[in-house]
């Protein structure tokens, strides 16, 4: 086997078993911002907001791709501090007795969709120009997909944002790229897209977290509440909450998916 076989299982056996953040960081996290009188928003809620004076901001996001059961942990975390963020389920983890009790503590719930990668897996498709022909068939699948996730819930949902995956880093074609239709979104009762460029460059920072060794990207959320900075700050419950079964079995699936592709 080659060095970069090992290399890669040295780098992902570690993360599939043991998650490099975890819970305790996450309130810390919060407990520090609050001390330095951060205000905390939704995507929404900030997406409307008229910010005013230089009092620093955290947006809080979590994109629940894999363990639709550990958003509840994040959630329980909010509680305590009395803070709103916003989660965003994949069709794949929408767990509508998850999302209702997330949703009762005031929290916004979106949707985490891929319809124009899933698509091109689908049909095989591996170059976007091929993927870009059938954009209304992908506008018409995505527009189904919402509507039934939908009519799970007793509330609406208003804001979306794009799933990355391995397929779209081939295709250099972005999920949102068929969201780009105002008339589209209007249709659709879409508030906003995560990374709308105007919405982007209004929060100006945003910080993710990673597997080990990179933990964070750019840098620890601390650093920039240390330094009284305003930021996006986006998670992933796998790399916050054990769940190794889980891990493994959303990854086999991923490279299945990478096989027949």
Known sequence: MSDSFW??????????????????????????????????????EFSQAQLIDQQPFIILRHDIDSDPQAALKFAMVELQYKVKASYYFRKLTWD????NAIHKHGHEIGYHYEEMTDFAKARHLKDKSAVQLHLKEIQQNFSNNLAELRQTVD???KGVAAHGDFAW?????????????????????????????????KYCNHVSDKPAPQVFLPESPLAYIKRGESFLFLSHPRWWYPNPWGNIYSDIKVNYQKLIW
């Open 155 to 157: 509330f609406d949902i």
């Open 7 to 44: 290399q890669r299982a040295l780098y992902k056996i570690p993360n599939l078993l043991f998650p490099p953040h975890n819970l305790r960081e996450y309130s810390t996290i919060i407990h520090e911002a609050s001390l330095r009188n951060y205000i905390f928003f939704t995507l929404q």
């Open 96 to 99: 509508v007795k998850v999302i």
């Open 169 to 201: 880093k081939r295709l250099d074609l972005g999920n949102r790229f068929f969201l780009r239709d105002k008339d589209f979104r209007a249709v659709n009762n879409i508030e906003y897209e995560a990374y709308d460029e105007p919405l982007v460059a």
